[in-house]
């Protein structure tokens, strides 16, 4: 594959930020403030959007976004961090210690030295080489700043990239759709009638949680449920035929890999992902009808508010004359890409995946937005050689994705002239604090708190995918793909190591 071609910036954008210190950073010891650990975990989501100030703000003078720094304070001021919520005590688990990397945030273009192509692979060969990352791996490593390929090994070859596929799904619905896109679910009422429809609008994160994670930013049924009673009361009506309408999507609902902790079947209508816990995220028990659990805990939550239901509610299509009485949205989309690569939500993945299809007019089913997302990414010149787009999520073995496609993919969210794709990189999980990176590199690993990456894991597939800042304050994006391994743990070890070496290197 040809190298990249390099960013293009507006280099007095750059200049107006913090000159760094001369030299590599320090590797500092001890502990952090939640602030300085926000600020140094997210160092690629500041140095990237640098160029795009005016776009994406509110911004401080350090190019640091205000609410993300507002809201490591209040975190801070809570008592510390909390990742994962794995604690048995009352405080929060104590976070691991990371170098400071506040020296390299806001360096001009090319300030840091460019590691060479000859010193990485000093480095990455004999990593690469480790027998735990079976036979087939590639590799490949870009330089931020030029754009250029630093080091690459099969980089065209296409693999199986399991959830590493997400970054793509991310790419392809901020492209279609923008940051600011919102998914509407509606409650509708037929004209001269009592019948209500639930028509669903694509958004997996609807809750009718009263409490708990993401119930403050997440769409809730309960606001829409009093919300709708309060229309049909002003038009006199206390009893309804409740039905609900899913025919935004089609094709198969059920994901080719069968019933599943990790997904539930892909309904346009849901509410909490179909699971039948508390959890947010990971594997739970999944409902066999999410659609249908859905309107009757709708059904409930109207009968709450004085609106009872002649039967129990069916599958329908609403009518086109049809007066909406209730809606509400999803956060926006920025903040479902966020979510969906900090915990590899497998959910959202196939939900934005099918919102792309939609944008593109594709029927929103797995053959349809495996087209968009293709179709897309190809708008954006992106490597697609050798790719396929079976699924959103990376669940189905049947995706193909190159290294080399990856890190074009990252580097095109970090490139500043895009700051509608800068989710991305901003939802990555950090090295050793967020998501499914949180348990996987030792507190004294040099890549903690400097990589963040998407993790990607099948049996026999490990991948690994994402940005880093070296020693000289350098940020390089990378992708890691292995294919056949047979030591989970081992694989992961090795990639992770991979990640760190980068992270602990000048390479000149």
């Not at 040809?2 to 107006?16: A, H, M, V």
């Not at 036979?135 to 690459?152: F, K």
């Not at 990378?478 to 391994?485: I, K, L, Q, R």
Request: charged share 20%; glycine share 10%.
């Amino acid at each position: 594959m040809p190298e990249l071609k390099p960013w293009r910036r507006p280099r007095q954008l750059w200049e107006q930020l913090p000159k760094p210190s001369a030299g590599k950073l320090p590797r500092m010891s001890g502990k952090l403030t939640t602030w300085q650990l926000t600020a140094g975990a997210a160092a690629i989501g500041l140095v990237i959007s640098a160029g795009a100030v005016a776009a994406a703000g509110p911004w401080d003078s350090s190019g640091q976004r205000t609410a993300e720094r507002d809201r490591a304070a209040a975190q801070e001021a809570a008592g510390g961090a909390d990742h994962g919520r794995r604690t048995s005590g009352q405080g929060p688990e104590a976070a691991p210690s990371a170098p400071s990397v506040l020296a390299g945030l806001g360096a001009p273009a090319g300030t840091a030295p460019r590691p060479t192509d000859r010193a990485l692979a000093d480095v990455l060969d004999p990593l690469l080489a480790d027998p735990a990352l079976g036979p087939q791996r590639s590799a490949v490593v870009l330089d931020a700043t030029s754009g250029e390929r630093v080091y690459g090994k099969a980089a065209g070859d296409g693999l199986t990239p399991a959830s590493t596929i997400k970054i793509a799904t991310a790419v392809a619905a901020l492209s279609a759709l923008g940051p600011d896109h919102r998914i509407a679910t509606r409650a509708v009422v037929e004209p001269d009638s009592e019948d209500v429809v639930l028509v669903g609008g694509g958004d997996p994160t609807l809750t009718a949680r009263k409490d708990g994670r993401y119930t403050d930013t997440a769409a809730g049924r309960r606001a829409r449920a009093a919300d709708t009673a309060r229309a049909l009361k002003a038009r006199d009506i206390d009893k309804v035929t409740l039905s609900y309408d899913t025919s935004l999507y089609s094709g198969p609902p059920q994901h080719p890999i069968g019933p599943n902790e990790n997904i539930t079947q892909v309904s346009a209508l849901m509410i909490d992902e179909g699971r039948l816990d508390d959890s947010t995220s990971g594997p739970a028990p999944r409902a066999g009808d999410p659609a249908g659990d859905a309107v009757r805990k709708f059904a409930d939550l109207l009968k709450d508010h004085g609106i009872t239901t002649a039967a129990d509610p069916g599958p329908t299509k609403a009518s086109p004359r049809a007066r909406t009485l209730a809606q509400v949205e999803s956060p926006p989309l920025s903040a479902l890409v966020e979510r969906m690569l900090t915990h590899s939500d497998n959910d959202i993945a196939e939900a934005l995946a099918r919102q792309t299809a939609l944008a593109a007019k594709e029927p929103a089913s797995f053959d349809g937005a495996g087209r968009a997302v293709a179709a897309r990414l190809g708008k954006l010149k992106l490597p697609l050689s050798g790719t396929r787009f079976a699924d959103g999520s990376g669940l189905d073995r049947a995706d193909r994705v190159s290294a080399g496609l990856l890190a074009a993919l990252l580097e095109r969210a970090a490139d500043p002239s895009h700051p509608e794709l800068r989710s991305v990189v901003t939802g990555l999980p950090v090295a050793g604090f967020t998501g499914t990176l949180v348990d996987r590199y030792p507190k004294d690993s040099p890549g903690t708190g400097l990589v963040r990456a998407k993790t990607g894991t099948l049996t026999g597939v490990n991948t690994l995918a994402g940005t880093v800042v070296d020693a000289d304050g350098r940020l390089l994006l990378f992708a890691f793909m292995t294919t056949g391994t047979t030591d989970a743990q081992g694989a992961q070890k090795a990639l992770d190591q991979m990640a760190s070496t980068v992270a602990n290197c000048g390479c000149r």
